[in-house]
């Protein structure tokens, strides 16, 4: 073959390898571009976002993050883990002095429970209620503590009925369909395990087994989103957002990032997509400014962000994206419903 | 110096070569040389033999100190008053590791006691028993937090064959909610108490 053949042959395959990220990346924006359009208009989040001065403020935003606008503007105090009621015309949030560090694990008994508007007007103190969570209608609320599982009546404040807590320690959640509550346990000597509990006969069954946390309802009630970190990684390993069958069967992983801990893993209220924060140390930021906000289809799942070489080994087929980038923010919630319109 | 005494060192000096100190010594000389050879000797021997005594004399006090600070640091805070038990017993094992702590997360350990004295109780307490501590890495003294404020103890680390004063509540899960690492799970039946106070009140061997 002549020489500049070959040199020819040479420059264009590096002009291919060198092209060639650049092109993946376009298709990536584009990617992006078109979930962003197609979640732009979907309803609504809230979350708390930390503030130069020291506290959090709630603040809603599109699914897209555009349109931010502060809900709440207290220095004095943090409001954190913010819940539409189902019917989204209520907000549940926990109000903590601005002096505390929030915690990523414990935060529901922190602090205080408040009720208020879908835009946080109007807060009322409803007390302690730690691990408040919303009944299915909305009339109702479900907490943790030392006394057990407790259902009070938002209307008289009155506890209608107390259930043992089994092994539930925090991060205890109603379902959407009122069968089930899911929470964090300890099972036969193992901590951190997922437990879902039917809420009539208050028997139980593991959903998923070691180091998990941060559990939360699919919209069907038939599925909990969860946070993971697998004991299959080197060293410490990096914690991985989940989803299983309530009846524990087969789980799957839906995104995991190696140098990211995933956490906040919340659905949109069709399921169709997931909400996650990526903090790159342990926890999900509450400890610190946050961290930065995820977006994706379930449908995509599983994907892997980052380089991640050992994880895209364990999951060969894994697709590595559209992930839709939010701004820094903990515990993140979506609603359908437009909160900002009437009053 | 008083200037009298001048002569006498002179006299007695040996350091000039040209005096008689370099001469063969007189019968009396000798017999002074020897008396305070005695002399010197015996000093030594008496100053040896005191040193040795005042030695002996010091350790034994500060062993009587020691013992009365253990004694003392057994039921020191409290131990005598946290809890519905209070026992000494000594720590049988250490069952696996702890669990990092490092700020992020929060854990109780069960450990297992050999008990040793009952001082307070509502009810019995068996001769094994099993504890649950909380954030077992950290000294007793500063493992007290938002969510548990009442912890405390001078223990300093947990050490098999230990012996603890402990200050106790029951059941585990009427005083702590969280994460609890149960290395004896399978033991049927046990009764898993609270610390709430921990001192230590003497080494294991």
């Not at chain 1, 209608?137 to 030392?146: E, H, R, V, W």
């Not at chain 1, 961290?291 to 895209?312: E, Q, V, W, Y």
Request: charged share 25%.
């Amino acid at each position: 073959m002549p020489r500049i053949s070959r040199l020819l042959i040479l420059a264009l395959g590096l002009a291919a390898v060198c092209l060639a990220p650049q092109q993946a990346t376009a298709a990536d924006d584009q990617a992006v571009e078109s979930l962003r359009k197609e979640v732009a208009g979907k309803g609504f989040l809230v979350a708390s976002i930390k503030q130069k001065r020291g506290d959090w403020d709630l603040v809603l935003m599109r699914p897209d993050g555009s349109e931010q606008r502060k809900l709440t503007d207290t220095p004095d105090w943090s409001e954190a883990a913010p819940r539409w009621s189902p019917e989204g015309r209520r907000l549940l949030y926990r109000r903590i002095k601005a002096a505390s560090v929030i915690s990523h694990d414990r935060w529901g008994f922190q602090g205080e429970l408040v009720m208020a508007d879908a835009l946080a007007r109007n807060g009322r103190v409803l007390g302690k209620h730690t691990w408040g969570c919303w009944s299915p209608d909305g009339k109702q609320i479900s907490t943790l503590s030392l006394k057990g599982i407790e259902i009070i009546d938002l209307a008289t404040s009155k506890v209608t009925r107390r259930l043992s807590r089994a092994g539930y320690f925090q991060q205890l959640f109603w379902s959407p369909d009122g069968k089930w509550f899911c929470g964090t346990a300890n099972v036969g000597g193992e901590l951190w395990t997922i437990v879902r509990m039917d809420v009539v006969t208050g028997k139980w069954n593991v959903v998923s087994r070691f180091r998990n946390c941060t559990p939360d309802w699919a919209p069907d009630s038939k599925q909990v989103i969860f946070s993971n970190r697998p004991s299959n990684q080197q060293g410490y390993g990096w914690t991985q957002l989940w989803i299983a069958p309530g009846e524990g069967s087969k789980r799957r992983m839906i995104y995991g990032e190696d140098n990211r801990h995933i956490y906040g893993g919340g659905l949109s209220p069709d399921g169709r997509y997931v909400l996650f924060t990526r903090c790159p140390k342990d926890g999900g930021g509450s400890e610190r400014a946050g961290a930065p906000g995820g977006l994706m289809r379930l449908a995509d799942a599983p994907i892997i962000g980052g380089n991640s070489p050992a994880l895209r080994k364990l999951y060969p087929q894994a697709h590595q994206g559209p992930v839709l980038k939010l701004p820094d923010l903990w515990e993140p919630h979506w609603t359908y419903t437009d909160v900002t319109a009437g009053k | 110096m008083s200037h009298s005494e001048m002569p006498a060192m002179e006299e007695g000096d040996g350091s000039d070569p040209g005096s008689p100190a370099t001469d063969p010594p007189s019968s009396l000389a000798a017999a002074r040389l020897l008396l305070l050879g005695v002399i010197v000797v015996g000093a030594a021997a008496i100053g040896i033999a005191s040193a040795l005594r005042n030695q002996a004399t010091t350790a034994a006090a500060r062993n009587r100190v020691a013992g009365s600070e253990v004694a003392g640091s057994a039921v020191a805070g409290d131990v005598r008053t946290a809890g519905r038990f209070e026992v000494t017993a000594k720590l049988v094992e250490l069952p696996g590791d702890f669990l990092p702590n490092d700020g992020l997360y929060n854990y109780a350990f069960v450990l297992k006691y050999e008990l040793l004295e009952v001082h307070r109780s509502e009810g019995d307490v068996a001769s094994t028993f099993y504890v649950a501590h909380y954030n077992p890495r950290k000294t007793r003294a500063r493992v007290a937090d938002e969510f548990y404020s009442d912890l405390g103890g001078n223990l300093m680390r947990f050490r098999a064959g230990d012996v603890h004063r402990l200050a106790l509540e029951l059941p585990w899960d009427q005083h702590y909610i969280g994460p609890l690492v149960d290395r004896y799970h399978d033991r049927a039946g046990k009764r898993i108490y609270w610390a709430i106070w921990s001192n230590s009140a003497g080494a294991g061997p």
